[in-house]
């Protein structure tokens, strides 16, 4: 599957999804296959989300590579994603910010969650990547102020909790519009104490962010 991985990285750089070295390395080291369920491993290089289970997907390599440039990662930071899935963005977030730095990510479904954190295990990202269970949108004070913070799923505004963990001058990307998979990727910059500079990345199409700052439940 390296010649599959390698391929697809080749055509992510080709098309400007890749810009830098630091994201084309993450992506050509993490073996995307060992983060979706075992029946969908053949599609593992093709650059589409894939259904995970549970409703939810396992995002498309290109948004990875977007998310991974826009965050502008450096190594030793402190990271916090929403929405692990199976944890395949949370690895490749993790190659980048190396030993010194950490991911934080929280899932809301449990069994995914779990899964995620199998799946890590067997890549060896477990070290630099802790699985959370919980609703993202409350953040994790126990772990802030972050670095960068990024949402992997929708929300309908910017849960206030995630701006107040973010450091001053981090950075949170976070896909926000409506409920069915026509949104904006935004980015929120934290200038002072209480002074955010926000801008649009683009369009995306992601899952709900559901929770407490999210979309209500059904
Ligand atoms: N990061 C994943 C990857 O590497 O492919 C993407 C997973 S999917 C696009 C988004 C995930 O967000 C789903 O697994 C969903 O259950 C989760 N989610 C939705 N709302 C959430 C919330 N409030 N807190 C935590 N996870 C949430």
Redesign the pocket.
Known sequence: MMDQREELVEKLCNQGYIRTEKVKKAMLNVPREE?MPPEIRAYAYLDR?LP?G?G????APHM?AIIAEKLKLNEGMNIL????????????VSEIIGISGHVY?????PS?ARKAKENLKKTGHNHQVTVII????LGYPEKAPFDRIY???SAPKIPQPLKKQLKIGGNLIIPMGSENYFQELVSVQRISEDEFKSKDLGGVA??????EY?WPED
């Open positions: 983060f989300p995970i549970k939810q997907t396992i995002s990875v994603e929403i929405g692990t899935g199976f944890g395949y963005n949370a690895a490749v990510t929280i899932e809301r479904i995914l919980g609703d993202g949108t949402g992997t799923a992601f899952v709900p962010m559901i929770g999210g």
